[in-house]
């Protein structure tokens, strides 16, 4: 047997790691969250392997690439291409949608083009990104902004009072003054006090120059009136501006389907074009499900070239469980979970082989159910003769294992270390923590919290859900369950939609730079810098390296990037400040033996030693420690977490005992945990509940339902499946419900513990 050699990594966390990874199996990679599994897997193979590839290309193709540092690691012999399917979501915009990111939309419409009748054209006039196939209303998004004067104005108010309900249009913002300096108006005067003639020139002048501006308009501007500038400023275009007031443009903008074109996108010419009575835009709000059958019935010799094709991607996209999804959902919308299917699906039918395959845990989104039709596809790529490397921490997938490679023994400091290698049935003769909770056995709660008060949630319709009522209990911990694609998301972010007392805590990014860290984010690093002032005499600016105490050499920003022509950026951690981002006097100023960098470099268990006389400090910190990341240091950047590990920092902002009388929602909290660390987070839940809340988790891990209080079963299939409550009440009362393949999993799971 051949083999990947790792030798003498120290990439993060990892203590001097050399392992050898046997090739074309499948190996599975284990081990406490942060215990170093990312960081050998993705920071050190993963990124050696594309750093290397992207080397071989033109240098001015490597300056359109990620690039990649070398990892910190002595040597890899027998490094395969790597193919990353990882969790990030697949982004895109409005005119980005499962149909045209996995090119299923291309087949699609070459089949209009060919057997649609009338002919009106090509596969290219079918693609509403195209200006001849698009609706001219709506420019192909099929939907159409309205800007809510309502909400934009304030007619109670004069210019000069802020009549402009909208941060980037106040008086003294270069926006604002575009209004008031231009001489045209009463600024004291209210705006319900203005002519009709006034108004039309304040919202909807046509970009002008001025005749005779006044002498502080800027001489090159044009005026242009609010609503104008306001829709080509935030409605265009998808840019910063528009993210960084996204909760003032949702405020002010609302959004209907393009009465032109119904939501359909095209142009009524293209739409003419019909198979089976059919458009190509009612055939894309098919669900794959349904959307299969009318391909089948499909009776044409000619065009049997693209529909076999076709179909078979179809119903690849079923068989991983994705068959409520639809070609018109936008990309926007899909999960983690979802997308990740999405990209693993493209490998499926590849010819090529001798790769390896990474997939960052391929159970995110996805049922009990679900999860062997994924071993499934990840044993064919293996059966290819490919490499297959999986980081993994549910039960079901580590089971299929050919291989285990297990790191720990704990997270961060305490991690690092390769603790165990073999195969599964060798692991569970060791005590390591994975195999230790691996045949920990299971049962329901013994005794779970009996409801006394409950919120009625009633008629609920939304997507699969058809006229859904349903009661929650409240101080309890519930636990929603369904296969992914059931309704559970939808009923329960539908039904508390409104409600102001409910706290959505999801893993979708918090809105941060490279330069906001956890310290930042805790509203901790004011007192740390205040701190330090007080105790070395100097500024508190001079702790900050966005500010006074940045490095001169790179800003405060730690690295150097040189660009280099048509050669790709090169990066390199500053020489001066060695990658603290500190100038020399900040790093020189310390208090008890500590420069500021060296207090951004603790773990979060490290600095609750150092801070043990600073209360509030040491108050914000055990509350992240609290949720099992006591692993993570203190400047770590935000955009570097899993969405796991930012639900979990969201989480403890909470924990101070203070927040009563709310409804808390997670989705799939147990994203991203090993099995020994589900209790931490289940003592975060008792503790919201203990303070007078009440829990709700949308989850697919079968040991958090085995603690629930009470369970909500969504199904019983997805799609067009499910969508009705099969099952709410005490857990012990679903084992009954023979309907729900929920039902099946727990009793496997409280009989058979694996």
Same mark, same amino acid.
């Given at each position: 047997?051949?083999?990947?050699?790792?030798?003498?990594?120290?990439?993060?966390?990892?203590?001097?790691?050399?392992?050898?990874?046997?090739?074309?199996?499948?190996?599975?990679?284990?081990?406490?969250?942060?215990?170093?599994?990312?960081?050998?897997?993705?920071?050190?193979?993963?990124?050696?392997?594309?750093?290397?590839?992207?080397?071989?290309?033109?240098?001015?193709?490597?300056?359109?690439?990620?690039?990649?540092?070398?990892?910190?690691?002595?040597?890899?012999?027998?490094?395969?291409?790597?193919?990353?399917?990882?969790?990030?979501?697949?982004?895109?915009?409005?005119?980005?949608?499962?149909?045209?990111?996995?090119?299923?939309?291309?087949?699609?419409?070459?089949?209009?083009?060919?057997?649609?009748?009338?002919?009106?054209? +090509?596969?290219?006039?079918?693609?509403?990104?195209?200006?001849?196939?698009?609706?001219?209303?709506?420019?192909?998004?099929?939907?159409?902004?309205?800007?809510?004067?309502?909400?934009?104005?304030?007619?109670?108010?004069?210019?000069?009072?802020?009549?402009?309900?909208?941060?980037?249009?106040?008086?003294?913002?270069?926006?604002?003054?575009?209004?008031?300096?231009?001489?045209?108006?009463?600024?004291?005067?209210?705006?319900?006090?203005?002519?009709?003639?006034?108004?039309?020139?304040?919202?909807?002048?046509?970009?002008?120059?001025?005749?005779?501006?006044?002498?502080?308009?800027?001489?090159?501007?044009?005026?242009?009136?609010?609503?104008?500038?306001?829709?080509?400023?935030?409605?265009?275009?998808?840019?910063?501006?528009?993210?960084?007031?996204?909760?003032?443009?949702?405020?002010?903008?609302?959004?209907?389907?393009?009465?032109?074109?119904?939501?359909?996108?095209?142009?009524?010419?293209?739409?003419?074009?019909?198979?089976?009575?059919?458009?190509?835009?009612?055939?894309?709000?098919?669900?794959?499900?349904?959307?299969?059958?009318?391909?089948?019935?499909?009776?044409?010799?000619?065009?049997?070239?693209?529909?076999?094709?076709?179909?078979?991607?179809?119903?690849?996209?079923?068989?991983?469980?994705?068959?409520?999804?639809?070609?018109?959902?936008?990309?926007?919308?899909?999960?983690?979970?979802?997308?990740?299917?999405?990209?693993?699906?493209?490998?499926?039918?590849?010819?090529?082989?001798?790769?390896?395959?990474?997939?960052?845990?391929?159970?995110?989104?996805?049922?009990?159910?679900?999860?062997?039709?994924?071993?499934?596809?990840?044993?064919?790529?293996?059966?290819?003769?490919?490499?297959?490397?999986?980081?993994?921490?549910?039960?079901?997938?580590?089971?299929?294992?050919?291989?285990?490679?297990?790191?720990?023994?704990?997270?961060?400091?305490?991690?690092?270390?390769?603790?165990?290698?073999?195969?599964?049935?060798?692991?569970?003769?060791?005590?390591?923590?994975?195999?230790?909770?691996?045949?920990?056995?299971?049962?329901?709660?013994?005794?779970?919290?009996?409801?006394?008060?409950?919120?009625?949630?009633?008629?609920?319709?939304?997507?699969?859900?058809?006229?859904?009522?349903?009661?929650?209990?409240?101080?309890?911990?519930?636990?929603?369950?369904?296969?992914?694609?059931?309704?559970?998301?939808?009923?329960?972010?539908?039904?508390?939609?409104?409600?102001?007392?409910?706290?959505?805590?999801?893993?979708?990014?918090?809105?941060?730079?490279?330069?906001?860290?956890?310290?930042? +984010?805790?509203?901790?690093?004011?007192?740390?810098?205040?701190?330090?002032?007080?105790?070395?005499?100097?500024?508190?600016?001079?702790?900050?390296?966005?500010?006074?105490?940045?490095?001169?050499?790179?800003?405060?920003?730690?690295?150097?990037?040189?660009?280099?022509?048509?050669?790709?950026?090169?990066?390199?951690?500053?020489?001066?400040?060695?990658?603290?981002?500190?100038?020399?006097?900040?790093?020189?100023?310390?208090?008890?033996?500590?420069?500021?960098?060296?207090?951004?470099?603790?773990?979060?268990?490290?600095?609750?030693?150092?801070?043990?006389?600073?209360?509030?400090?040491?108050?914000?910190?055990?509350?992240?420690?609290?949720?099992?990341?006591?692993?993570?240091?203190?400047?770590?950047?935000?955009?570097?977490?899993?969405?796991?590990?930012?639900?979990?920092?969201?989480?403890?902002?909470?924990?101070?005992?203070?927040?009563?009388?709310?409804?808390?929602?997670?989705?799939?909290?147990?994203?991203?945990?090993?099995?020994?660390?589900?209790?931490?987070?289940?003592?975060?839940?008792?503790?919201?509940?203990?303070?007078?809340?009440?829990?709700?988790?949308?989850?697919?891990?079968?040991?958090?339902?085995?603690?629930?209080?009470?369970?909500?079963?969504?199904?019983?299939?997805?799609?067009?499946?499910?969508?009705?409550?099969?099952?709410?009440?005490?857990?012990?009362?679903?084992?009954?419900?023979?309907?729900?393949?929920?039902?099946?999993?727990?009793?496997?799971?409280?009989?058979?513990?694996?």
């Amino acid at each position: 047997m051949s083999y990947i050699r790792i030798k003498g990594a120290n990439q993060n966390n990892l203590k001097n790691v050399s392992v050898d990874i046997p090739k074309h199996t499948l190996t599975v990679f284990t081990g406490r969250s942060g215990s170093g599994k990312s960081s050998l897997v993705f920071n050190t193979l993963a990124a050696e392997s594309e750093r290397l590839l992207n080397e071989t290309y033109s240098s001015y193709l490597q300056n359109q690439m990620t690039q990649y540092e070398k990892p910190d690691v002595d040597q890899i012999e027998n490094l395969p291409v790597a193919m990353i399917i990882n969790q990030k979501r697949l982004g895109g915009n409005s005119r980005s949608t499962v149909g045209t990111i996995s090119d299923i939309y291309s087949s699609v419409r070459l089949l209009w083009s060919r057997i649609g009748e009338p002919f009106v054209g +090509y596969s290219n006039v079918f693609s509403f990104n195209n200006p001849s196939g698009m609706c001219q209303r709506c420019q192909g998004l099929g939907y159409v902004e309205d800007i809510d004067l309502d909400e934009l104005l304030d007619y109670d108010k004069s210019l000069n009072e802020d009549a402009i309900k909208f941060p980037s249009f106040r008086p003294d913002s270069w926006r604002g003054k575009r209004y008031l300096y231009s001489g045209l108006f009463d600024n004291d005067k209210k705006l319900r006090d203005y002519t009709d003639e006034e108004m039309e020139t304040f919202l909807y002048t046509k970009p002008t120059r001025l005749k005779n501006p006044p002498s502080n308009w800027p001489r090159t501007a044009q005026f242009e009136g609010l609503i104008h500038r306001f829709r080509r400023s935030f409605l265009l275009n998808d840019n910063f501006e528009k993210k960084r007031f996204i909760n003032d443009v949702n405020r002010v903008v609302t959004s209907r389907d393009c009465p032109d074109c119904n939501g359909k996108r095209l142009n009524d010419t293209v739409l003419s074009c019909k198979i089976d009575g059919m458009d190509i835009a009612d055939f894309t709000n098919l669900s794959i499900e349904e959307a299969i059958p009318f391909l089948k019935q499909l009776d044409d010799p000619k065009s049997e070239y693209i529909i076999r094709p076709l179909l078979a991607q179809m119903e690849s996209l079923s068989y991983v469980g994705l068959n409520y999804l639809t070609l018109a959902r936008e990309t926007p919308s899909l999960s983690g979970g979802e997308s990740q299917r999405i990209k693993l699906i493209r490998h499926l039918n590849s010819p090529l082989a001798d790769l390896v395959y990474i997939i960052d845990e391929p159970s995110v989104g996805l049922h009990p159910e679900d999860i062997e039709k994924i071993n499934t596809i990840m044993r064919s790529i293996r059966d290819k003769g490919n490499t297959v490397l999986v980081v993994e921490h549910d039960p079901d997938v580590v089971q299929i294992a050919d291989h285990v490679i297990d790191i720990g023994p704990g997270a961060g400091q305490h991690g690092g270390e390769i603790i165990f290698t073999g195969s599964y049935e060798e692991l569970m003769k060791t005590d390591t923590p994975t195999a230790t909770a691996l045949d920990r056995p299971h049962q329901l709660k013994a005794q779970p919290r009996r409801p006394s008060d409950f919120i009625s949630l009633k008629h609920i319709t939304r997507n699969n859900l058809k006229d859904v009522s349903v009661d929650i209990p409240k101080n309890v911990l519930s636990v929603v369950t369904g296969v992914a694609g059931s309704g559970k998301s939808t009923l329960i972010k539908t039904g508390f939609r409104d409600d102001p007392d409910a706290i959505f805590i999801d893993q979708k990014p918090v809105h941060a730079s490279n330069r906001s860290n956890l310290l930042t +984010y805790m509203d901790l690093f004011d007192d740390i810098r205040t701190f330090f002032s007080k105790q070395t005499g100097l500024r508190k600016g001079m702790f900050s390296y966005n500010s006074e105490g940045a490095c001169p050499e790179c800003n405060g920003k730690g690295v150097l990037k040189t660009e280099l022509a048509f050669m790709p950026d090169f990066s390199q951690t500053c020489e001066v400040c060695g990658g603290t981002r500190y100038k020399p006097e900040a790093l020189a100023a310390t208090v008890d033996g500590y420069s500021i960098a060296d207090i951004l470099a603790l773990t979060v268990e490290e600095a609750l030693s150092v801070f043990k006389t600073n209360a509030h400090v040491i108050e914000r910190l055990r509350t992240v420690q609290d949720t099992g990341l006591h692993y993570m240091t203190l400047g770590q950047s935000l955009d570097t977490l899993s969405g796991g590990e930012i639900q979990r920092v969201k989480l403890s902002r909470y924990l101070d005992g203070e927040a009563t009388g709310q409804v808390f929602i997670f989705d799939e909290p147990t994203t991203g945990l090993h099995e020994d660390d589900i209790p931490t987070l289940l003592e975060c839940f008792q503790e919201l509940i203990d303070q007078g809340n009440t829990v709700i988790l949308i989850e697919h891990n079968l040991t958090m339902m085995t603690h629930a209080d009470w369970i909500i079963d969504v199904g019983p299939g997805p799609g067009l499946k499910g969508g009705a409550i099969l099952y709410s009440g005490a857990p012990s009362g679903l084992l009954d419900v023979e309907s729900s393949v929920t039902a099946k999993h727990i009793r496997r799971y409280i009989s058979n513990p694996e």
